[in-house]
């Protein structure tokens, strides 16, 4: 992010974690957040191998979401970040909220889990990717993103030209530890202590109605070792 987008002092709550925070709010997504939605657009028709479109997600951190999407047959994908962390795929050194780093209209999807900033990096993501994409915006956010009286706006008009057409709620909670302290093995993924969601935002002439909401667990062949749907009768 730029300096103008500085860590909120609350910063960590968003991950419910005794971790130092990370100075560009670097979080790292699970790779079953990425399949599930994935799982929505191609039940929706909306991206699929038998529907290809370019993607880009601008803050791609480890590589998570271009590495899914290359796996799922989606090979048009573009990862950027503004730090050049040497993982493969990923172009470091691109501020996404700087100079315009990408032409506009000049991907189909920008899909990524935005640095949040107490709740500001989302919002300058959208607007920077309302100018960038042409059929669809997925930002991975915490679900207490979803209520709030300054994001009220967020959702009932969103960037011009643009409305909220999905909300997937993940319900399996993921890890989503500092990327650094990941890096470096002092912490693993493996169990969430938050909940999160896909918004996905599409030009406003293809949503028809209200917002859809989808709950979804992965896909056997895509949930975390030890972490399937439990079946005891207790939540």
Not at 114 to 141: H, M, N, S
């Amino acid at each position: 992010m730029t300096t103008s987008l500085k860590p909120a002092a609350n910063a960590l709550s968003r991950h419910k974690r005794e971790q130092p925070k990370d100075p560009d709010d670097w979080y790292v997504e699970e790779a079953f957040c990425v399949h599930v939605l994935l799982d929505v657009l191609e039940e929706l028709g909306l991206l699929s191998p038998g529907r290809p479109g370019t993607v880009l997600d601008p803050h791609a951190g480890m590589g998570t979401i271009p590495g899914v999407c290359c796996a799922r047959g989606l090979c048009d994908v573009t990862g950027s970040d503004l730090r050049d962390r040497g993982f493969p795929g990923v172009t470091g050194g691109v501020d996404f909220h700087g100079l315009p780093a990408y032409a506009a209209q000049s991907h189909n999807w920008v899909i990524t889990n935005p640095p949040y900033f107490g709740g500001a990096g989302p919002l300058a993501t959208l607007e920077r990717a309302a100018a960038v994409a042409r059929d669809g915006i997925a930002l991975l956010v915490n679900m207490p993103f979803l209520a709030g009286q300054s994001r009220h706006v967020v959702f009932a008009r969103p960037a011009p030209g643009w409305a909220v057409s999905d909300v997937v709620i993940l319900s399996m909670r993921p890890s989503m530890p500092p990327g650094a302290a990941l890096v470096a093995g002092a912490v693993k993924q493996r169990g969430g202590k938050e909940d999160f969601c896909w918004v996905v935002l599409r030009p406003r002439d293809r949503v028809d109605g209200a917002a859809r909401i989808h709950w979804r667990m992965p896909r056997p062949e895509h949930t975390p070792p030890g972490r399937g749907l439990k079946r005891s009768g207790t939540p």
